[in-house]
Every structure is written in C-alpha cells, then in structure tokens.
C-alpha cells in the first residue's frame, strides 16, 4: 500500500520445509506424514506443520526442529513465537492449556503447557506419547528481523 517505494511489498517468498519431532535423547520419531509449508512476508514468517502416527521412543522436552528461518527478536523485546498447536496422543496433557515457545536465534519449536491455579509452565515430554497413533501438528507465527 501507499504511494511511496517504502511502503511496496518487496520481500515474500513461500516453501515447504520438513518439520522433525524430537526430544533429548533416544531413537529419532518415524512419521507416516511430516509436512511443512511457510509463508514469509518481510521479518515475518507463518509456518505450518503436521506430523502424523509419530512412531519411536525418546525422552525429554518435545520439540518440533529445522523452522524455515530462525527467529531473531528485536533488541530489548524479549518475544516467543506464537501459534496455534494440536498434540494427540501424549499422556498427562488432557484438559490443559498447550502452548510454544521459539527462542531468539533458534529454528525450534519448544512445546509446553500450563496447570494449576498459578498457571504453572511444565515441558511436554516425549517419552509421554503412546504408541504410534500420536500426532504433532499446528501453525506458528514469528519474527525474524532483530
């Protein structure tokens, strides 16, 4: 918009990228679909991803790996990327309020949830998830500009 050469749109660019579920340690997950789709616009990227009948064994904190870009936070603001997440199939998680997490200069999505009536954080473990039937998936916004 606008009539000035500051205001053109001159940055947008959209792809695919492999989304990959972890944890610390243990054997990497098998997916029937693992699925990524990004679109960014100038510092501001909105990615997708679906991971289907997670399969395998691992331990600790969740996460979704390899973002398209890695976020990059303005100075003095200490942001998080947001989104909107589905985790099926992880035990301990029913009824609570599921959230992510990317930190500056990171290309990870780090998954928790909160209980309690102080609204405590807990990670989401992924040695909670059973059997192969469990799935990842969601949209996630952030930035990248600094």
Known sequence: GGT???NHLDDYEEG???????GSSGTAFTYAENQGHYVKVGNYVTAWFNLTNV????SGHLRVKDLPFAANWMSGFNGEGIGSVVVNGFTGIEGKYVYV??????TTIYFYYQKNTNNDQFTIDANTKV??????????????GG
């Not at 997490?101 to 990171?106: E, G, P």
């Open 4 to 6: 000035t050469s500051a």
């Open 16 to 22: 695919t990228w492999t989304p990959l579920a972890a």
């Open 55 to 58: 399969a395998g064994s691992m």
């Open 101 to 106: 997490l990317i930190n500056d200069a990171s």
């Open 131 to 144: 059997g192969s039937g469990s799935d990842v998936r969601g949209c996630v916004h952030y930035y990248t």
